[in-house]
């Protein structure tokens, strides 16, 4: 059992309220670490340091220097992915296979954004006046705040963090009271890969906290990954100190099987698509809308494999689905499928999980609900859980409708052998990201991000540096009249 501190100004501290939160492992419900809670003092006292490294070292620091221990830290990521790994699987229940490939692509995401740290210059403008100069200057945006949720918190502040110091910046981080083991481990990386102190700071805490850090007068910029709820009243923070913002929120994502799929295929991705970090992922494709002439087929495969999935200890490589992250998840996803069941849902498979040896853990099957209508609240709210919603459809034009009517707009997924169907229904999804006869793959080149209640701001690929920097244009009158 390990208390753990703040990280501030690179030195490790306690709360200035005396105040602990527990970690609370969702296999076992077992305490198996405490991390503070930050009080207004200790938020004040990591502006502060960021801000000072920002203004006396970090903003002079050379782009190549910055590279360098971004690199470093992305291999020191690579080399303690496994024990990471085994921290965050502990800490949020996802499986270890799951947790240690995510330090991996976290570990790309630092080294695909340091090669852009020596590479911000900005360009010379022709004016229509000759004698006039014109140049821009591409600036770090100051302090900036990174809040982020407990589904994958490596990943997520990867998504930040990576771009935010290329960029120049310092930043303070506040991780999810559900997960915030791993952002705390994190620092002693970042502090070996020989970064200033005062350019990455972490407190912890729960709302209270990051409400008090995004009203904060010394922060520059926010970013945050969370439900849209909290995403609302961060933008409404962010807009009384006029300070830009980056919303990555929820999500209802469908994923489309039109007949004409490579079938076998098409299912592997469905099935890996709602029940990978069971569900509890912002692009989860938690609705499948199949063609009609197919969908006995897909259902009866669908379940198939949904009940043959290997719940367990998230810690074993054997293990294909673990826990949910915590209580308040596990109450809110068994209260959807009731939900589901009384709107008149087929609930097909899946539920509460009552296997010997998993009693303490916070199991929900993988469940699988057939024949659900668009309106109901299964196929509209998101649940962030193991919970798919199987909608049938007739025609292309009914499934893009049907799939576009949601609120949210962060991904979706398309199968077909058809080309031109492929580009056509792409182009039609309003959505972020549109993936085709693939599913919930990644790359750091590649930007994410939502439309509609999904969010807005790019993070991963070059689009992300944007989101954390500020142009400056520089005009010099170059004539010799007096
Ligand atoms: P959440 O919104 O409850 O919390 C996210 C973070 O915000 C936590 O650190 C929390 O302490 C903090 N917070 C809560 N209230 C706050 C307030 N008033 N002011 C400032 N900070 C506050 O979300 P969650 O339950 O941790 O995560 C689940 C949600 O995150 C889902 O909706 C999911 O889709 C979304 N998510 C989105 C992405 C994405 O990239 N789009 C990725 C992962 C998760």
Redesign the pocket.
């Known amino acids: 059992m390990t208390d753990y501190r703040l990280f501030i100004g690179g030195e490790w501290i306690e709360s200035r309220s005396g105040r602990r939160l527990d970690a609370v492992n969702p296999f076992n419900q077992e305490v198996w670490a405490t991390v503070p809670e930050a009080d207004p003092a200790d938020v004040d006292r990591a502006v502060a340091a960021a801000r000072r490294t920002f203004d006396q070292t970090w903003s002079k620091t050379s782009g190549l220097a910055r590279a360098q221990m971004m690199n470093r830290l992305a291999d020191l990521l690579d080399q303690h992915a496994h024990r990471m790994a085994v921290l965050e699987s502990t800490d949020n229940g996802k499986v270890i296979r799951e947790t240690e490939n995510q330090m991996h692509f976290a570990a790309r995401n630092y080294r695909f954004f340091a090669g852009y740290a020596d590479k911000l210059y900005g360009e010379v403008i022709p004016l229509d006046n000759p004698a006039l100069l014109d140049y821009t200057l591409r600036e770090p945006v100051g302090v900036c705040a990174l809040?982020?949720?407990?589904?994958?918190p490596m990943q997520?502040l990867a998504n930040k963090l990576a771009p935010a110091l290329a960029a120049g910046n310092t930043v303070v981080v506040?991780?999810?009271?559900?997960a915030s083991v791993t952002t705390l481990e994190f620092a002693k990386l970042v502090e070996e890969a020989g970064f200033p102190a005062g350019v990455f700071n972490v407190v912890t805490g729960?709302?209270a906290v990051?409400?008090y850090l995004?009203r904060h007068p010394g922060v520059d910029k926010i970013s945050f990954?969370?439900?849209?709820g909290?995403g609302r009243?961060?933008a409404r923070n962010a807009s009384e100190n006029l300070v830009p913002v980056t919303l990555?929120?929820?999500?209802k994502s469908p994923n489309i099987i039109f007949a004409d799929a490579n079938l076998p295929r098409a299912i592997t991705g469905a099935v890996a698509g709602i029940f990978a970090a069971s569900g509890q992922s912002?692009i989860a494709g938690s609705r499948l809308l199949v063609e009609r002439a197919v969908y006995d087929q897909v259902m009866d495969e669908l379940v198939r494999r949904a009940r043959r999935i290997r719940l367990g200890n998230p810690l074993e490589p054997a293990t294909e689905m673990g826990p949910v992250a915590n209580q308040p998840q596990y109450e809110r996803i068994l209260d959807r499928i009731e939900k589901g069941i009384t709107e008149g849902a087929r609930l097909v498979t899946g539920g509460t999980v009552k296997d010997p040896g998993l009693e303490r853990g916070y199991f929900i099957a993988p469940t699988v609900f057939g024949d659900v209508a668009p309106e109901m609240t299964i196929a509209q709210e998101?649940i962030?859980g193991p919970v798919l919603s199987v909608i049938p459809f007739d025609n292309e034009d009914q499934a893009v409708s049907i799939a576009n009517a949601t609120n949210y707009g962060?991904a979706a997924g398309v199968w077909t052998e058809n080309l031109s169907r492929a580009h056509r229904v792409a182009r039609a999804l309003k959505a972020g990201t549109v993936w085709v006869n693939t599913y919930r793959t990644s790359a750091a080149q590649a930007p994410f991000g939502?439309v509609k209640r999904?969010?807005y701001g790019r993070e991963r690929g070059w689009h992300a540096l944007a989101e954390y920097l500020v142009v400056k244009n520089v005009m010099i009158d170059l004539s010799q009249e007096c």
Do not use: M, Y
Not at 174 to 178: A, D, F, M, V
């Open positions: 809040i982020i949720a407990w589904n994958s997520l506040k991780p999810s009271e559900h729960g709302p990051g409400d995004t990954t969370g439900g849209p909290t009243v961060i990555e929120l929820g999500g912002c998101e962030f962060l939502g999904s969010g």
